[in-house]
């Protein structure tokens, strides 16, 4: 069976796939990957379904090779990636072959980047996924000597490309409001609103601790609330008034205020941001949020319309003529002289 073979790995690889979902009530939270939207953009790349598991590498990579000849796609947080000495593109999927040693080294921006094969990665599944939860105790760290099956894969192809969306530098989290979010005075989520918060260095797939300058953020009444569920996404305000994103590995109860939400489009720019990435929050209603998840779905999946080759092929260029495909014309004279 053809696989990857892993020849070394940093600390933060793990196999992730969209997740366990229907375990919350049993403890378990989702888990899954922290950028959900590169998982799509490799099932785009690859032709497959975006539920597949790939690697995720938090920061960075590690070498690989395959048993047989795959196909391979890059997406998320874009990283340092050689073929054998030769630079290859990222958001791209490539060939990789029996001998050849793949190269992925650090972030240049964002955190999380994500290493697919064509079929998925085929480890066994534990409660209806391939995850791995470490929180929970599911799964182990890829390390190296570690040899990943790769599924059936049909109709990949190498030389493919995909412009990401961009959100590896920060920018505006949307909110919508939670269940505390009344706690916090009008003039205190004008404040939230205002601050530029600094992701700090403090942050895993758990979730992540924001730092801003100036006094925390203080509820009114926080004494009174009891332990309930909370999910990726709540930015839970701790005792000394700072908040914490919560992302896709986080616990599954908690009793600090929950200031709002962030919509689940906004997760992967929260979960890409690396330490000193500047991120801001806006409150919005949740009928639009519901409104730009329903507009999200729709684009993640015509993600595969977006795919475009490498290089084109000039018998799929209609306008030809149009392009200039050799240069350096002279009209003679030079080559007389």
């Known amino acids: 069976m053809t696989g990857l073979i892993v020849h070394a790995a940093g600390p933060g690889v793990t196999v992730q796939d969209l997740g366990r979902a229907g375990w919350l009530a049993y403890g378990l939270s989702r888990g899954g990957a922290a950028d959900r939207l590169a998982l799509a953009e490799g099932a785009a790349l690859l032709g497959q379904s975006p539920a597949l598991a790939a690697l995720e590498m938090a920061g960075t990579g590690g070498s690989f090779g395959a048993t047989g000849p795959i196909i391979i796609a890059l997406t998320g947080a874009p990283m340092r990636a050689m073929l054998d000495g030769a630079p290859l593109l990222w958001n ?17 921006d964002g955190v999380y980047g994500y290493l697919h094969v064509a079929g998925g990665i085929g480890v066994p599944e534990v409660m209806g996924s391939r995850s791995a939860h470490l929180s929970a105790g599911i799964g182990a760290p890829v390390v190296a000597g570690d040899v990943l099956p790769a599924g059936p894969a049909t109709g990949a192809r190498a030389g493919r490309m ?25 003039a205190e989520r004008a404040r939230f609103e205002e601050t530029a ?28 609330i009891l332990s309930e569920i909370i999910l990726p996404g709540d930015v839970q305000v701790t005792g000394d008034g700072a908040p914490y994103i919560l992302l896709s590995e986080c616990q599954t109860m908690g009793g600090y205020p929950r200031i709002g939400t962030v ?42 319309a977006r795919v475009r080759p490498m290089l084109r092929d ?16 002279t009209a003679g004279e030079d080559a007389e002289e």
């Open 197 to 224: 918060f600094v992701r700090d260095a403090r942050g895993n797939r758990q979730g992540v601790r924001l730092a801003a300058g100036g006094a925390g953020f203080r509820p009114e009444g926080a004494l009174t």
């Open 314 to 329: 000039p018998a799929d260029m209609g306008d030809l003529l149009s392009y200039q495909l050799i240069g350096g014309v």
């Open 92 to 108: 791209a999927s490539h060939a990789l072959a029996p001998g050849q040693r793949l190269q992925i080294g650090a972030a240049m």
């Open 162 to 186: 995909l412009e990401p969306e961009p959100r590896f530098a920060g920018g505006t989290l949307r909110l919508v409001p939670s269940a505390q979010t009344g706690l916090f005075s009008a």
């Open 263 to 304: 919509v689940p489009g906004d997760l992967p720019r929260a979960a890409q941001a690396a330490p000193g990435t500047v991120l801001r929050f806006r409150f919005v209603e949740r009928e639009a949020a519901l409104a730009d998840h329903r507009r999200r779905a729709a684009g993640q999946a015509a993600l595969a």
